[in-house]
DNA sequence: CTGAAAGCGCTTACAG
DNA sequence: CTGAAAGCGCTTACAG
């Protein structure tokens, strides 16, 4: 690499101190007019820019933030959630001089690592897990400025981004029953993330406030593809002919949830309504496109980018430690009334005699 | 943050210099096994980790690489090839101890600030455009460790990692003429992107070879989105209802071309076949899955981080700037033998037939 | 084998 | 308004 300047030789060249060509790079105020505009050309002409590291050493921060997939990178990099909370982040990153180091690292021994270091200001976590709850408590101790996307069961005392899940779940359910539907199944999200237990919660209780049976098999888990959601929805078509809707916890599965109906020959919405959750781009661009709770991927990037920047040049933060965003949900073509073939179903009688 | 230690303080702790502190913690070879040992006990103690940016400072080089994605942010991320990309890259990175930092910047501003302020000892272009070329001979000119992912114009010198656009596509059209597909049409990604020149030229040399005419509209293109596969291919179907096979220059459009003959009510591969390229993971989970051309993206990634590294580090490096990988042609559900009716009977009796 | 000193390229009081 | 000096936390010759 070509050796670049440094602050002495803009200084010498420019015939001043490097005092006052510290002043001109940090837009201190008390430089005379003149010398400033001199310094600049100076600056210009070399396309100087001063080494960011010397900086974060005299300054004691680094203008660096640590972006913590605490994931197996196979699965992470398989799922457009991540890459869409990445693009919030990035955005607001950018937009105040900020720079992302990415952590990729499942133990979060790296992430640790980078902290120890001083390679970074702060820590984002993104959809922490229930193992990572000593971690993020360690962290804490250490006053490491530290936000979490996601919920997680660690100390009361880190701010969390999320999305309320049993609102969202619970909104889909009750678009379903406006549309008629009973007989819904469930697919669930694994359950190593803390958002499944919240999601099922939401579907039982609104199966339940309808009165509403359960059979066991129609409620289950898959791994969030796309291959996992067709496979599972086979399942439960398979032994359960008479469900009219799924709820599925993420749109990937939704996904693999119209392709099983596609395939069975039924159309949807007109046999079968199918929810989604997360609304991922994709959701939108499926054929047919899927009615989804919005996680507001990007919006809680970009809420807790700016959470964590305050935090760590201590502007002020709000009082509540978890910070909640509206779970929306998107209606689009995949959910429509319940069919008029299903009438002589139990379970339609049942409704109507509630 | 709490107060991290320094070496000084390791050292006084331990009764040595930091000369020596600082030897250990380098694992350079003339230290008295005794006092090593009662070195790294006091490190252990204190979880301490030499701060990285004072390193930086006196070794000169940061151990950071900075990946610039160069394109528009929104575009990237809704794009599993680049999630795919990072993925390779990453891996790669931790195990040799380099830090990725994220630069995702169209006009290449941030990757230019990155590297004049010392930032990162080199970078990494994911899929550089034809308007990248000034920027990146301007950054061989200044001596910059750089290796591209793709193909570019931009001078001979550079190091690229890619694979053979030409070949790859060809073999696709090869695979569609061995089942005896004749009239095949092609959906080309954006024109913007140097990849799909290549790609239309095989299409074209492919089909002439094999003496087929190529109506102007059976070669499209689209802007790598499922829905403009979707839209494209019934535009192609409605103008062309004899196509047996469409050649489509990504995975994500060639998924939107499946819905599409699914709407249509024909089978795949039964009516059509459709041939992608990429091989993204998703293009195996779909039904039927798509046989497609791989672009051995993570292979990439892995190859061009290890390339950078012995690049930056001055490690021997191959003698040719362009490492071609082989794009295998993965063959799955989506491509079939051409239907007995194809040559010139048309689609109607097909459909009635469903 | 080990330590004292200089240096990496900045910023930040402290004088004036 | 500006400069000289000290300091940030390391590494790296240079002595011994």
Redesign the pocket.
Known sequence: MK?????????KEA?????????V??N?????????ERVLRVIREHQ????A????????RSRTIGVVVPHDIDYVFQNQYYMEIQRGILKAMTKRGYYALMLCCRDMKEAFDAVL??RVDGLLLISPLYEHTPYINELLEHHVPLVLIGKSPASQQVYQVCIDNYMGALSAMQHLFGLGHRRIAFINGPHFLPSSEERRRAYLDGMARQGNAVLPGMVREGYNSIDSGYQIANQILNEFPDVSALFVASDYMAIGVLDTIHDRGMRIPQDISVVGFDNIQMSEQVTPSLTTVSQQIEEKGRISVNLLMDLIEGAPTPEGRVIDVEAKLIVRDSTGPVSSRQPDSPWKTHHIAL
Do not use: H
């Open positions: 050796k670049s300047m440094t602050i002495t030789e803009i200084a015939g001043v101190s490097k005092s006052t060509v510290s002043r790079l940090n201190k105020s008390d430089v005379l007019p003149g010398t400033k100087f820019q001063p080494n590291y010397a900086r974060s050493m005299s300054q004691r270091q001083k």
